[in-house]
């Protein structure tokens, strides 16, 4: 059965150092990966996506994640953290057979910036 | 910009009550989702739609039904609502696979529906 697990409830990192928001999956076959962002109160924002080629896959706000097949994990990165990025981040998959664009979703990861 | 709306940011009910949810999207969007989102166990879809009437269970169906008549509304039911549907619901929408193109379509969200059944 395909899942994805966020193994850190959250992560807390100061602001202007790297962050990383861990993510690992399985799926049978090679599969769609995303990044969601979720701002208090809000909706889910889509931040970037895994299909296919180059490994490392840049997004919106200055997010990048890598895919890395081996370990089956996509994690997801910034260079330099910005209090404004404190927000719950959750990570998704789909199956590349799945013809109907079904998401499974990690459980969340809380990430938060400080000063 | 892709605009995914839900009729209601905060909704109190009782036990028992029929609470209807909608959700409308205005990208012309063949695919919509209605999933829930509860603290440590992240979004879980409860039914999607590929089409008008067409309707297909999620993960966890059990307590809820859904209706869609037209191609932007996306309704989400509860026939009886009971405390443990106290949760954040979202709805989300997206074009058929394969429409743009890309071999995938990304599913774009509405602002969510805190519901509290008391």
């Known amino acids: 059965a395909q899942s994805v697990a966020q193994p850190e409830d959250q992560v807390n990192v100061a602001e202007g150092n790297p962050l990383t928001v861990k993510c690992t999956y399985s799926v049978s076959g090679n599969p769609y990966l995303f990044w969601y962002v979720q701002y208090p109160n809000r909706g889910l924002q889509f931040l970037l996506k895994?299909?296919?080629?180059?490994?490392l896959v840049k997004g919106s706000y200055g997010f990048e994640a890598e895919f890395n097949k081996s370990q089956t994990s996509f994690h997801l990165k910034k260079p330099s953290a910005l209090v404004s990025d404190s927000a719950l981040y959750f990570c998704?998959?789909?199956?590349?057979?799945?013809?109907?664009?079904?998401?499974?979703f990690g459980q969340g990861t809380e990430l938060s910036v400080k000063p | 910009d892709v605009k995914v709306t839900q009729s209601s940011r905060y909704l109190v009910k009782r036990t028992g009550e029929k609470v209807f949810l909608e959700c409308v999207q205005d990208m012309d969007h063949e695919n919509m989702f209605w999933y829930r989102q509860d603290p440590g166990l992240g979004l879980r879809l409860i039914y999607f739609?590929?089409?008008?009437?067409?309707?297909e269970k999620g993960d966890i169906p059990e307590g809820y039904s859904v209706s869609r008549e037209k191609k932007e509304r996306f309704s989400l039911i509860l026939e009886s609502a009971s405390t443990n549907q106290t949760s954040m619901y979202l709805c989300?929408?997206?074009?058929?696979?394969?429409?743009?193109?890309?071999?995938?379509?990304?599913?774009?969200f509405g602002p969510g529906t805190r519901l509290l059944v008391l």
């Open positions: 739609s590929y089409d008008v009437k067409m309707k």
């Open positions: 895994y299909i296919t080629g180059d490994n």
């Open positions: 998704a998959v789909r199956e590349r057979g799945n013809q109907g664009g079904k998401l499974i």
């Open positions: 989300a929408s997206s074009f058929r696979l394969g429409k743009s193109g890309a071999g995938f379509e990304t599913q774009y």
